[in-house]
């Protein structure tokens, strides 16, 4: 064999292994699901073949529009919420504090910490009636309890609950990005504004921002695909009840789930499955089509 040939057999031998858990876990189940979405099937009876009448039926479905709208509106409020909150502490705490370190951890801490457990504490905290959140405010702003918000137990108030969980738990991994980001902005051109008499609003504005659109887009584009894939946060927060789960917090993935585990209807949750993947393609080819612009 030449040196080539070797080489590329060794590339290839690298490659092999992440190439077949991607093929297995993800291409394979893809096509899959694409397959079935022309499909109606149970599990049990044989495959029938039946088109597009699948995605016909998704024109009329008002549970899955629902679900569409409330993942649009989920998406809406978390990311600039996430993004301003993120790009807010990374300033912050890359600025010379004591304890810096500490009060890094500390932000960090919600991302890595276990979804049941943080989910659990959270629904305690905003209860109705025992929460502290609750209490506090009725002390603070003398109204009855009664009278307050009831979060997670309100449908007017269920989805922006969620958000503030979603918010407050995943603001500390891009507040990591962003501090990251931060160590590459040239030092030269702080100084440079402030010998222009720029003030630390206008260094911010001019200088922080444009050096950081790089960063802000990558976590923008991540952020929303997140945002149109949730599932977790909403099962933990409602516990996974349909009591709790109804149309007012049900989104995209488990409205897949329940259609496909729950009503067996494969063939359907799969349609539903592939309008998601389209959205989420076409979210990242934007990325791909923009990027050159933040760069």
Request: aromatic share 16%.
């Amino acid at each position: 064999m030449t040196k080539q040939t070797k080489e590329t057999i060794v590339a290839y031998s690298f490659i092999t292994p992440n190439f077949l858990g991607f093929a297995v876990f993800t291409l394979i189940p893809l096509v899959f699901a694409l397959v079935l979405s022309f499909l109606q099937w149970d599990g049990a009876n044989p495959i029938q073949f039946v088109g597009l009448k699948n995605f016909t039926r998704l024109v009329g479905d008002t549970v899955f529009w629902r679900a569409l709208g409330n993942t649009l509106f989920y998406t809406a409020g978390v990311v600039p919420l996430t993004l301003a909150c993120s790009l807010f502490l990374a300033i912050l705490l890359n600025q010379k504090l004591r304890g810096r370190n500490f009060f890094r951890t500390v932000s960090f801490f919600p991302y890595v910490a276990s979804l049941v457990a943080v989910a659990a504490v959270w629904n305690f905290i905003f209860s109705p009636t025992r929460g502290p959140v609750n209490n506090l405010l009725s002390a603070l702003l003398s109204i009855p309890v009664e009278n307050l918000p009831r979060w997670a137990a309100d449908k007017n108030w269920a989805i922006p609950t969620v958000i503030f969980f979603s918010v407050w738990k995943n603001m500390g991994y891009y507040m990591v990005i962003y501090l990251a980001g931060l160590q590459g902005v040239n030092a030269e051109l702080y100084e440079a504004a402030g010998l222009d008499g720029a003030n630390s609003w206008q260094k911010f504005r001019h200088v922080t921002i444009p050096q950081l659109a790089p960063t802000t887009f990558f976590i923008l584009m991540m952020l929303v695909i997140s945002s149109f894939k949730v599932y977790d946060i909403f099962i933990n927060i409602f516990a996974g009840g349909d009591n709790q789960l109804t149309n007012t917090t049900r989104v995209l993935v488990y409205q897949i789930y329940n259609t496909a585990f729950r009503s067996l209807e494969y063939g359907y949750a799969s349609a539903i499955a592939m309008i998601l993947f389209v959205l989420v393609v076409g979210i990242t080819l934007f990325q791909f089509r923009f990027e050159k612009r933040f760069n």
